[in-house]
């Protein structure tokens, strides 16, 4: 689970979708930082992960942590952390987006929590939770970087992770 504080500020961000005035379908609205190459690539590596987690999940075994694709897996998964993280910091440097700045922290840091856990499981059904957390935890890396704001709560990071 996400901190309370980041779940709320990710509750605060999410928008409904738009209807067209033609009546087509609902199209669902997406920020102008999700357009940047920076911001898109963390998306695109995020649905990539989230859909090999789901796979990971249809038949968790233990047995496939120490398969190759699994130690890739756990290297991509460090560096999506650490890519949230630059993002963090390139959103600190441009002092906007307060919001998304602590959210993008957070998720750095629950990405690790996340492998960790999925790392320490004692059996296939731990496993098989740790990795649906994880999926549900990139979905929300997806969704708070492609969602515009609709609120801007304020709050920096300082008063959840410190003046870091």
Same mark, same amino acid.
């Given at each position: 689970?996400?901190?309370?504080?980041?779940?709320?500020?990710?509750?605060?961000?999410?928008?409904?979708?738009?209807?067209?005035?033609?009546?087509?379908?609902?199209?669902?609205?997406?920020?102008?930082?999700?357009?940047?190459?920076?911001?898109?690539?963390?998306?695109?590596?995020?649905?990539?992960?989230?859909?090999?987690?789901?796979?990971?999940?249809?038949?968790?075994?233990?047995?496939?942590?120490?398969?190759?694709?699994?130690?890739?897996?756990?290297?991509?998964?460090?560096?999506?952390?650490?890519?949230?993280?630059?993002?963090?910091?390139?959103?600190?440097?441009?002092?906007?987006?307060? /919001?998304?700045?602590?959210? =993008?922290?957070?998720?750095?840091? /629950?990405?690790?929590?996340?492998?960790?856990?999925?790392?320490?499981?004692?059996? /296939?059904?731990?496993?098989?939770?740790?990795?649906?957390? =994880?999926?549900?935890?990139?979905?929300?890396?997806?969704?708070?970087?492609?969602?515009?704001?609709?609120? /801007?709560?304020?709050?920096?990071?300082?008063?959840?992770?410190?003046?870091?």
């Amino acid at each position: 689970m996400l901190r309370p504080v980041i779940f709320a500020l990710m509750v605060g961000l999410m928008v409904g979708v738009t209807l067209p005035a033609t009546g087509q379908a609902a199209v669902p609205a997406t920020s102008a930082i999700s357009h940047e190459p920076y911001f898109a690539d963390l998306v695109d590596r995020a649905g990539k992960l989230k859909a090999q987690t789901e796979r990971f999940g249809t038949s968790p075994v233990l047995s496939l942590r120490e398969q190759p694709v699994f130690k890739t897996y756990t290297q991509q998964i460090r560096a999506l952390s650490d890519g949230d993280l630059q993002g963090h910091l390139t959103l600190k440097k441009r002092g906007t987006d307060n /919001d998304l700045k602590c959210i =993008m922290k957070g998720l750095s840091l /629950d990405l690790n929590i996340k492998m960790d856990a999925i790392l320490a499981a004692k059996s /296939d059904a731990d496993f098989g939770r740790a990795l649906g957390n =994880m999926a549900a935890l990139l979905s929300d890396n997806i969704d708070v970087i492609v969602t515009p704001a609709t609120a /801007d709560s304020g709050l920096d990071c300082v008063i959840e992770f410190g003046n870091t």
